[in-house]
């Protein structure tokens, strides 16, 4: 399988913090990536320069093979139409509906009719069975449902490439279960990429195909799911067990 997306020797510092170091990483296309690491490594920000929200101060960053450090601003828009990202608390506007909320991003499309909106709507917020909140205000929905909405939100205009930034946080493991497959069958439905953010390592095992972990400001290790379980790296196995006992300062 080809490459989709790529950071290559990537340097970002918020003024004295560095936070990625040389940092490179290639996401393959048709598949779910997990990037897995400490609190406060750099994980969602490596999602916010794949979207281009962010601008490396050293290397670039190519989403099919183009620099989206060096694009114009409407070239940068027009690549953006083929990347979502999903929210790590959905970030739904409350004083919409739910169907409102999702019908967002299509707005920006401007031959499509009020009809042709709201049908792709309602056929994102089925594909992560939803589509009985369309009326109801975020407000109304648990916590996996908004989730689930804000999913639906990211894929409405069929993206090749969808960013989960911590989709599993503070949710029980009933619903925690639920999302990941979501994620999966999202992927599915859309012929596309997944690059997923998360802390729970059952989730990732579920649904990765590939996972990266970041230690330091760069990916130390990355493999296929099976081969980084089974990783002799000593950090990668402090991390996946949990261990005081290792490389990795506590």
Known sequence: MGTIARLDDVTLAFGDRIILKNCSLEIVEGAVTCIVGLSGAGKSTILRLLDGLLIPQE???YVRDRDICHLSEG?????????????QFAALL???TVGENVELPL??????SA???????LDALESVGLAHTFDNLPSELSGGMLKRAGFARAVVTSPE???????????????????????????????GTAVVISHDLQSIFMMADYVAMLFEG???????AANIRSSRNPIVQQFLQGSEVGPIPI
Do not use: W
């Open 161 to 191: 490439l969808v960013l989960y930034d911590e989709p599993t946080t503070g949710l029980d493991p009933i619903v925690t279960h639920l999302i990941t497959e979501t994620i999966v069958k999202l992927r599915d439905r859309l012929n």
């Open 107 to 112: 707005r920006e499309i401007p031959h499509l």
């Open 59 to 61: 290397g670039h960053v």
């Open 218 to 224: 760069a990916i130390i290790a990355y493999d296929t």
């Open 94 to 96: 409350d004083s919409l």
């Open 75 to 87: 070239q940068a828009n027009e690549l953006r139409r083929k990347i979502s990202l999903a929210f």
């Open 115 to 121: 009809a042709e909106v709201r049908r792709m709507a």
